[in-house]
C-alpha cells in the first residue's frame, strides 16, 4: 500500500450565474440560475513516503481543489483517499497532526508577536512534547539561519524571512507529509536558494513526503524528482523530469565560440544560425541527431574556443504540452 492513494476522485462545484446589471441581480433573488464546474474529473495517483513531487497546472486546472482534498478540507464526490492509513475528511482531527502546510501568500504567525511566540503557541495547539520541540526548533532555525531575527515581530521581518519562519512553524511537530504552495513567492535568489536546500536536507535525512504547487518551475527542477501534472481536472502527466524531458522536449541547441571568423559548412538535419562575437548556433532533434557525433564534427572540423548544449527548459515543454502542441 503507497503512503498517498488517490482513486477516481472527481469534485463539482456549482457556480451561481446571473445576467450582469440590477435587473439580472434581482431576477437572481427569485429564481437563481447555476452551472456545475468540474474541478476534479476521475484523478487517480499514487505517492510513496519520502517522494518530492511537483504537482502543476495551469489556472483553474484544478490543483487547489486536490490539494484541499488532499488536506482534508474538502471531500471528493467520487473516489477515495487514503494518506498513511487516514481518510483525510473523515479523520479530520487525528488527520492534521501528521501533516504541515505552507503557503506563500498567507503567514500562519503572528503579525504583532516575535517569531518565537508563533512558535510557543503551535507547540501548544499541537501538544509538542518539550524535547521534541526544543530538538526541533534549534535544528530549523540553525538549518535556515534564523537566530538573528527569532525574536523580531513578524511585522518587520523581509519575505524571505517570513517564509522561513512559515516553514519551520508547518514542521515544529515533525509532520509525516508537507504540502508547499509557492513557498519561494517573491523571494529573492539567495533566499529561495537557502529554502531549497533546506527542504531537499529535510527529505534526505527526515523522508518527509512533500508535495509543491507552485508556478515557479526553478522550485520544481531543484527539489522534485518526480511531477505530477493536471489539465481541466485529469491527468496530463505523471513521470519524471528526466523521462518529460526525453518525450516532449528532443529539441535541443548547441552554441559554439570559435577563436577567429569562421564559415560553418550545412550539417545534415541541423539548423545553423550565426550570433554575435563569433558564436554560432546549432538547432537539432535529439531523435534524429546525436548530439556526441555533432560536437565531435565541430570540434574536428573548427577551431572551437567553448562549446555548450542547450537543454530545453521545463517551463517551455510543460507550457507547450499545456497548448497541445508539438514539442
Not at 56 to 70: D, E, F, R, V, Y
Not at 139 to 168: A, C, H, W, Y
Not at 270 to 296: A, P, T, W
Not at 299 to 314: C, G, H, K, Q, S
Amino acid at each position: 500500500m503507497s503512503f498517498i492513494e488517490v482513486k477516481g476522485i472527481s469534485k463539482e462545484f456549482k457556480v451561481n450565474k446571473r445576467s450582469a446589471g440590477i435587473p439580472g441581480m434581482i431576477a437572481n433573488m427569485f429564481v437563481p440560475k447555476y452551472e456545475i464546474k468540474q474541478a476534479v474529473n476521475n484523478l487517480s495517483f499514487n505517492i510513496e513516503k519520502g517522494e518530492m513531487v511537483g504537482f502543476i497546472g495551469p489556472n483553474g486546472a484544478g490543483k487547489s481543489s486536490t490539494i484541499k482534498m488532499l488536506s482534508g478540507i474538502l471531500c471528493p464526490d467520487k473516489g477515495s483517499i487514503s494518506v498513511n492509513g487516514y481518510i483525510p475528511y473523515k479523520q479530520r482531527k487525528a488527520y492534521v497532526g501528521n501533516i504541515g502546510v505552507v503557503f506563500g501568500q498567507k503567514s500562519q504567525l503572528q503579525w504583532d508577536l516575535p517569531v518565537i511566540d508563533s512558535f510557543e503557541l503551535l507547540r501548544a495547539i499541537y501538544r509538542i512534547p518539550h524535547d521534541k520541540y526544543k530538538r526541533n526548533l534549534e535544528r530549523f532555525t540553525e538549518m535556515l539561519d534564523m537566530k538573528g531575527f527569532i525574536n523580531q515581530p513578524v511585522r518587520q521581518l523581509s519575505l524571505g524571512q517570513r517564509m522561513r519562519s512559515d516553514i519551520v512553524a508547518s514542521l515544529l511537530h515533525s509532520p509525516d507529509i508537507v504540502f508547499f504552495d509557492e513557498p519561494t513567492i517573491g523571494v529573492d535568489v539567495i533566499g529561495k536558494e537557502t529554502i531549497r536546500s533546506f527542504i531537499r536536507q529535510l527529505n534526505e535525512e527526515d523522508k518527509v513526503t512533500m508535495i509543491f504547487t507552485t508556478h515557479d518551475m526553478q522550485d520544481i527542477e531543484q527539489t522534485c524528482n518526480r511531477i505530477i501534472i493536471i489539465d481541466k481536472g485529469s491527468l496530463m502527466y505523471d513521470g519524471s523530469l528526466h523521462d518529460i524531458r526525453s518525450k516532449y522536449g528532443t529539441a535541443r541547441r548547441l552554441i559554439a565560440e570559435f577563436n577567429e571568423e569562421t564559415n560553418v559548412s550545412p550539417i545534415e538535419n541541423v539548423d545553423i544560425g550565426e550570433m554575435k562575437d563569433r558564436k554560432f548556433s546549432f538547432s537539432f532533434d535529439n531523435n534524429i541527431v546525436d548530439v556526441n557525433k555533432l560536437m565531435h564534427e565541430i570540434l574536428d572540423n573548427y577551431n572551437v574556443r567553448d562549446i555548450t548544449v542547450a537543454e530545453p527548459e521545463i517551463e517551455s515543454i510543460i507550457q507547450k504540452m499545456y497548448n497541445g502542441m508539438e514539442v
